[in-house]
């Protein structure tokens, strides 16, 4: 059995490995929004391949060894292999307005890197049928196995390009195949096969192949545009662009009236867009006089020698911003130390060492955590504009999380200014006006949280063309100080949208839209009416909370049909696609997971589920549904607290899987009826679920400042007791099913994969709409729901079906 | 009964001039500026004259023919876009072209718009950063037959001073800022159009005038008549 032991936990820990470097892989050529899609189609592996084995059960059981040692060898070919393939598909997010064919393709994405999961599904479910004695520790392994796969692929991001990252999961996974293969002959193969993926494949076929309109891809058709680095962390790849012909002159919202051209830049992309950039600094600052002349510089306008907190550094520009405008002291806050390490060592002489300058202290670490645990007093907080205005435009953010704009984050940077000290806030402006309403909307409920009851006094916000930028002042602005904004607004042919004591005449004269559609939405925000105003708006902006940390989320079912109606006459690039195609994945993870796990069933078993029935596939469904709603939940808001979605999904999988595999075991020893053990269990969810929905909150705020290895070993703690319990209903279940009816088992694997795969995708949507405590709430419902289906023991059999 | 086989084995490789298509395309675009913006909005008859003149499908990479008469954007590789048809006739109709006019554009891309400007103003220059799409745009306007377009590669930033001061301006990619040579380059009353937002989004443009006295006036010009304020769903 070693060898089988050996070979699951091999081929296990590669699948999860997978299952996260394939999201990261995603991010990079692709957005972030497709990571969700990944856990959902690694869950349809798993269904589809229950399903496929329970139809080839005769064959597997007399050729265990060999079917197990072939489903490893395709796992792993078929893992660079769809890689390769995924990338040929002419998938284009951004097109999906005009061309529908997207969703066809999109629709091949998901068949396409469905087939490894399945292979590696497949040796996981050839094990538990063919050696189902062992089956407690078959499964411990293979959550073990998870859980250090997850750790692994976060490790070897590190040190490995993510390509290579995925020929070291490949040599894995045929390390799996190899143990069990046991026939010198197929051993022999399988090498040749490794040696073939490791050397044999042609470079640019591993390479990867960014979306066109991404950023990088852009950059880089430039004439003499050329990448001079790629550093590779789990936090994003960065790639360092320069281009010497055209120079870069990235200077967001710069006036007309300027009279300045930005210095000689280098671009730093992570994942292949959120250009950021570092600027040539030859010894005087004051020679950038350009930074004088950007919306973001009007705080500086206000304030004299200011103490400034940057949130966001990126390459330094905002560093820089503070540093022309006199500061007394900058602390730089940038997530990825990387980042830092380029602007503050590899590319040092060509920033002019800004990060050498006594007056700038630079952290490496997630601006919630660093505000968390800082002292406070700033008399400017700044956060930067760190993503792309294409993208910004497009809505494929949509569906991240974003924890750096929610009422509780704003809350607390409001609650670390000086007296009268100002936070201020740059975001592209997009019209008719979303996301910058939307942050006028969160920091005016920040201000009244925080026990502020006159947000109209202290308030004001400029735009450019392109650009909005809102103050925030811990105090009431005064009449010289709006007098000296307005000043600064004029000066530059910025419009002001809103200050204390504004007119409609103020708000439009220099960039002039239809309506100041801004201005007279800031106004009816800090209005009596605020909440009719904000249910009334056709774009959903309600304040995001660390609950329902969607600031990008735009998007309002009302306003579907009327945009749709107008859908060919352009207002269909107005809805955020990236909420449709989240709706789009769940609806085609409902087709295909049918398809592929329940119909073969069906076809194979014309009297359907029999024995335990219908009563048994409500409890495996309910209990699929559940434990992913759960997991997602938990994967969304452990990201505020590990500070990454990829370290989140890391942690939070391997950490649900491991406990889950040892509550397995342990219930398997449990000397309790099966139904009671599973009520207990139940018990235990709803209990520890719904103390978290209460604490967790505050667990994070008071660990926040912790370094990450101890933020890690905090989350998995947390993680620990509710996985535990919720590994025990499932297995409980399959013993009661394989007692009463073995021919149900593969039904109980089919319908719970099914539910997972559904609830993958599901539970994105829920969160977005009931937040993170709605979510779980459910999921605790439908555990509770479940215990009353547990598959009945043989004395009711008779009255199921 | 041996003529039918011929025609039908004949008429794949029959000269298309997809001239129904784009009548149909014009029409198409007038009717979506009467809803996108405004009822009484019509182009200029010399605008709506060049897009049913100018053969679109000859501008777009052969697997995109298909497509060449619809009113969107189509991908022509190397990371760009053809815009799509409408705001290709307001950004003409915006700067108020005149036969004497000449206008500077930035970005040739693949041609299309420099052709529509070449309808209807005396001489058109333009810029291309990408030199592989330089090259082929290049070619294809001299092969069309556009002897009042000049074309260069280079860095559309700082215009192109010795052709200028232009009557106007068209900027087909969107920058984070609006370059400051170009606003010089600009004559006293001249217009320069940029159009703002994705590639493959519903753009908006971005009007900007220079008043006689060299002050600068922006107006963003909404591409889709939304009134975002008002009334319930």
Known sequence: MRRVFAATLMV??????????????????????????????ALLGY?????????????IVEHFELAFALSASLFSVSMVASFIAGQLVPFNALEIVWNPRQFLYLAAIYLIFFVPFFFAASCIGIAFTC?????????????????????????????????HTLLLLATLAMAGAIVMSGRRWLAAIQSILLLGLLIGLPADWLGLRLSAYKGLSETMQIIDARALNVYSSPLGLLTVVESPTV??????GLSFATRFVPPEQLAVFTDGDAMSVISRVDGDVAQLGYLGDVTAALPYSLLSSPRVLVLGAGGGSDVLLALFHGAAQVDAVELNPQMNALVGVEYADFAGRLYDDPRISVFSHEARGFVAQSEGGYDLIHIGLLDSFAVAGSGVQGLNESYLYTVEALSEYLGKLSDGGILSITRWLRLPPRDSLKLAATVIDAMRTSGVNDPEQRLAVIRSWNTSTLIAKNGRLSDAEIARLVQFA????????YFPGIQLDDANRFNIIPDPWLHEGIVALLGANAEDFKRDYRFYIEPATDSRPYFFHLFKWGSLPQLMSLGRQGAAGLVDWGYLVLVATVVQAAIIGFLMILLPLLKSNRRGPSLTGRRGGTYFFLLGLAFLFVEMAFIQKFTLFLSHPLYSVAVVLSGFLVFAGIGSVVSGRWRTAATEGSRRAVIGIVSIALLYILILPLVFQFFMGWPDPAKIAMSLALIAPLAFFMGVPFPLGLQAAR????EFVPWAWGINGFASVLSASLATLLAVELGFSGVVLLALLLYVAATRFFPAPARSRSGVD | MLVLPLLLVAAPVLPQDHAAERAAMVEEVKRYATRARDKDTKFDGRVLDALDAVERHRFVPANQVA??????????????TISQPYIVALMTDLI??????????????????????ASVVEHVYSIEIIEALADAASARLRRLGYTNVTTRLGDGYYGWQEQGPYDAIVVTAAASHVPPPLIAQLKPGGRMVIPVGGRFATQQLLLIEKTPDDGIVTRQIAAVRFVPLTGRH
Do not use: K
């Open chain 1, 131 to 163: 050696r189902c004695n062992h089956s407690n520790r078959i499964y411990f392994f293979d959550l073990c196995g998870a859980g250090a796969g997850a750790m692994l692929v976060l490790g070897a991001l590190f040190v490995l390009m993510p390509p």
């Open chain 1, 739 to 742: 007692d009463v009816a073995p």
């Open chain 1, 47 to 59: 269904g589809a391949s229950g399903t496929a084995i329970a139809l080839s059960r005769h064959w």
């Open chain 2, 96 to 117: 108020r072209p005149t036969p004497d006019d000449v206008v500077l554009e930035i970005g040739t891309g693949s041609g299309y718009q420099a052709a529509i400007l």
């Open chain 1, 247 to 252: 120079p870069f002159r990235h200077a967001p």
């Open chain 1, 490 to 497: 004029d000066a530059r042919s910025f419009d002001t949208a």
């Open chain 2, 67 to 80: 497509f060449a008469y619809e009113n969107r954007p189509l991908p022509i590789g190397h990371s760009q």
């Open chain 1, 12 to 41: 296990s820990c590669a699948a999860i490995g997978y299952e996260i470097l394939l999201m990261r892989l995603l991010s990079i050529v692709q957005w972030h929004h497709f990571a969700y899609m990944i856990i959902s189609l």
